[in-house]
């Protein structure tokens, strides 16, 4: 498996070379070089706010398309919690569920109910794991890459759980073998998903070897023949709905949270939100936490990039769902199954892919470069550069994929140096050798009309600083 996989890619094609993408990447993963934006695929986490925030459409998402379910001679689908969601005036979510199978899937697995297994679990790990208060939730894979890659020190505060989406196509999975005879490679699992991280989960997960999910449609693409299918279903629809409030709920913000039955959490969303919590708890600025849930997206999986509603009226009318809804309705059957289905079988490795060299002291000495250059530009991190900051310019610089000259304003000022020098220099020439005086003249002309320009340059920005 590639460990820097990834499902958010450009369309070169599409892209304008703004910088809109640069600014809001959590991980400062994208340039824009040669009027082209540019993705750092290790220091990518999929989180998708390219995608929501490019003007131009040239950031998207790397699925499956629904054509995929004819490889299989047996398919599961395993609609996430945000999929209810979507919806108007959805009283009973095994409406959905009947549609799907309509819809050409043979079974169907909800993955709320592997959340209510999943949150049974947290529980029993968290009483008996005291000493190691907080956790972190690791249901978010964007978050968990995000630790992975920059907050080493909070690995070991990782909840070594999988996430609902793996416990329920192991169950799926399973469950489909024995009901149909079928070895596993004729079945095919097929989580629907609300953002692309979950479809690099599938190909590189994080805490299991190999992700039995086979294969990850968007929510928007299955929407709309959705919508169709679930029309045709009767009043006396097929009772498959395995889940109660507490898996559903996990489609919002808090809502895993909230199936701990404790008051020390905290819940944060928003992958700006999340890196400032993840800075404060690795400064110990919390006190008290059990357990920490954290969503990269806007109001957690009903805000991903791939759903259809509006975030926050998604989340609305989950709330609403949940009214008609007992607690839980899945419960672990024994121990063993708890030990099978639910802890890693593999741990998270910090990956130093921000280090500025190869050890230590070559990263010492490189950090120094970069905090000298950091000296010499103006500090207004505009982007400009093609880097989202000043200091990631340095960076660049010090590991060789940018020059100094792509600042504008160091550009500017070296033009105003040169200039000057030049015109010294025409000046010694001109008091040293009274020959070629036509050359002296035009070079001095040459120089001011330089300097005029860049002086009318200074105060256009002026200008423009002032409105």
């Given amino acids: 498996m590639d460990k820097f996989y990834h499902s958010v890619r450009l369309e070169a094609d599409l ?9 809001r990447c959590p991980t400062q993963a994208i340039r824009v070089r040669g009027g082209k934006a540019q993705i750092n695929p290790k220091f990518c986490i999929d989180c998708g706010e390219c995608i929501r925030v490019c003007p131009h459409h040239a950031k998207v998402a790397t699925y499956d398309k629904l054509e995929v379910l004819k490889q299989y001679r047996y398919t599961v689908a395993l609609p996430a919690p945000s999929l209810y969601s979507q919806f108007n005036n959805l009283d009973d979510v095994n409406v959905v569920l009947n549609a799907l199978l309509l819809m050409g899937f043979d079974d169907v697995f909800e993955v709320s109910a592997a959340a209510e297994l999943v949150s049974e679990a947290t529980r029993a790990y968290l009483s008996a794991h005291e000493e190691n208060y907080p956790f972190i939730s690791t249901a978010c894979p ?46 095919g699992i097929c989580f629907i998903s609300p953002c692309p991280s979950k479809v690099t989960y599938s190909k590189a997960p994080l805490g299991t070897e190999k992700s039995q999910v086979d294969r990850v449609l968007a929510i928007k693409d299955v929407y709309p023949k959705l919508l169709s299918h679930m029309k045709a279903v009767g009043p006396d629809a097929q009772d498959l709905s395995t889940s109660g409030k507490i898996g559903v709920s996990w489609g919002r913000s808090g809502g895993e949270a909230g ?18 919590v993840l800075e404060d708890l690795e400064d110990q600025k ?48 024994n121990e063993e199954q708890a030990e099978q289905i639910v802890p890693w079988t593999t741990g998270v490795q910090y990956e ?35 880097a989202p900051t000043c200091k990631a310019l340095a960076e660049d610089i010090v590991r060789g994929q940018a020059s100094e000259n792509d600042c504008v ?33 035009i070079l001095k002309e040459y120089i001011q009309r330089i300097s005029s320009e860049m002086s009318l340059l200074d105060n256009k920005d002026d200008g423009e600083s002032g409105d």
Avoid: W
Avoid at 164 to 175: D, F, G, L, N, T
Avoid at 286 to 303: D, S
Avoid at 422 to 436: F, I, N, R, Y
């Fill in 15 to 23: 892209c304008k070379g703004c910088i809109n993408c640069i600014k």
């Fill in 142 to 187: 964007s978050v968990v890459r995000l630790i992975r890659v920059r907050f080493p020190n909070l690995i070991p505060h990782l909840l070594p759980l999988n996430p609902p989406v793996e416990v329920a196509a192991v169950m799926a999975a399973e469950r489909a073998m024995k009901k149909t005879g079928l070895p596993r490679e004729a079945i």
């Fill in 259 to 276: 199936g701990l039955f404790t008051e020390n959490y905290l819940a944060a969303d928003g992958i700006e939100n999340v890196i400032r």
């Fill in 286 to 333: 919390f006190t008290n936490l059990k357990f920490v849930e954290l969503n990269a997206c806007n109001g957690g999986c009903v805000g991903g990039v791939l759903n259809v509603e509006n975030p926050y009226v998604a989340e609305v009318k989950l709330k609403r769902l949940r009214k008609y809804m007992p607690v839980a309705r899945s419960h672990m059957e």
């Fill in 352 to 386: 130093p892919v921000f280090s500025l060299g190869e050890n230590m002291m070559e990263s010492f000495v490189r950090l120094n470069q970069v905090e000298r250059l950091c000296r010499k530009f103006p500090g207004l991190d505009c982007g400009s550069c093609g």
């Fill in 409 to 441: 304003y160091y550009l500017r000022e070296n033009l105003h140096r040169l200039s000057e020098e030049v015109s010294v220099l025409a000046d010694d020439l001109h008091a040293g050798d009274h020959g070629g005086q036509e050359t002296l003249r």
